[in-house]
């Protein structure tokens, strides 16, 4: 069965602090590996993605998350936290690479919180 | 920008009634889904539509639920006989290519209250 667990509900780091969001998966093949953002009132937007190759992948507003395949995770991480990061960040991981089909699996979202 | 929309923001309904979500996809593409939110919990994939017939569907949507593509813009997902359960936020995505290229546009969700 294919899960995502995310670790910590929230998190609160002062501007300009190191975001490291943590995202797990469990499966016996690797999957393809997404990061959403949701602001306020707004739908859930790709941070990033990882399917092929290079396992450091860039994103949108400075993030970036690295596919460990030994350690099953795909951590997403900011070196300088901005007021604007605030928001619920959602890891999600589409299994079947045979597939179009795109159903995704969400971990249960962690929200961020930047104070000055 | 193109975006997915989607009305109502918040709908409010009794045990027993049908409701219907409505969604407005992004307009040149061809895959669409339905996800939903129950309060604390983690987003949870519905149903996916391609070709104008269900690609998938998972072991939630059962015969309460349909979609539906009515017409060329529009896409929505019917409740027929509503439970307490069914109470979640409700999210419409679509895509312009299937995997792993299509990336998925989601709209702001309707959050669905059933008393």
């Known amino acids: 069965a294919q899960s995502v667990t995310q670790l910590g509900s929230h998190l609160s780091v002062s501007e300009g602090a190191l975001v490291l969001l943590r995202c797990n998966y469990s499966?016996?093949?690797?999957?393809?590996l997404f990061w959403y953002v949701q602001y306020p009132n707004q739908g859930l937007q790709l941070l990033l993605k990882?399917?092929?190759?290079?396992?450091l992948v860039k994103g949108i507003n400075g993030f970036e998350a690295e596919f460990k395949k030994s350690e099953t995770s795909f951590h997403l991480t900011k070196p300088s936290a901005h007021m604007s990061d605030a928001a619920e960040y959602f890891c999600?991981?589409?299994?079947?690479?045979?597939?179009?089909?795109?159903?995704?699996?969400f971990g249960r979202g962690t929200q961020l919180t930047v104070w000055p | 920008e193109p975006e997915v929309t989607q009305t109502p923001s918040h709908q409010v309904t009794q045990m027993g009634q049908e409701v219907i979500l409505r969604c407005v996809p992004i307009?040149?593409?061809?895959?669409f889904y339905w996800y939903r939110q129950i309060l604390g919990q983690k987003v949870e994939f519905l149903v996916s539509?391609?070709?104008?017939?269900?690609?998938?569907k998972s072991e939630i949507f059962d015969d309460q639920f349909s979609v539906e593509r009515p017409d060329g813009s529009n896409f929505t997902l019917k409740i027929r006989s509503t439970k307490l359960e069914d109470s979640a936020m409700y999210f419409c995505?679509?895509?312009?290519?299937?995997?792993?290229?299509?990336?998925?546009?989601f709209g702001p969700g309707t959050r669905l209250t059933v008393t």
């Open positions: 995505a679509s895509s312009e290519w299937g995997l792993p290229s299509g990336e998925q546009y």
């Open positions: 499966s016996s093949v690797p999957p393809y």
């Open positions: 990882y399917t092929t190759g290079a396992t």
């Open positions: 999600a991981v589409t299994l079947d690479r045979g597939s179009t089909l795109g159903r995704l699996y």
């Open positions: 307009s040149n593409h061809l895959y």
């Open positions: 539509f391609y070709n104008n017939e269900i690609s998938e």
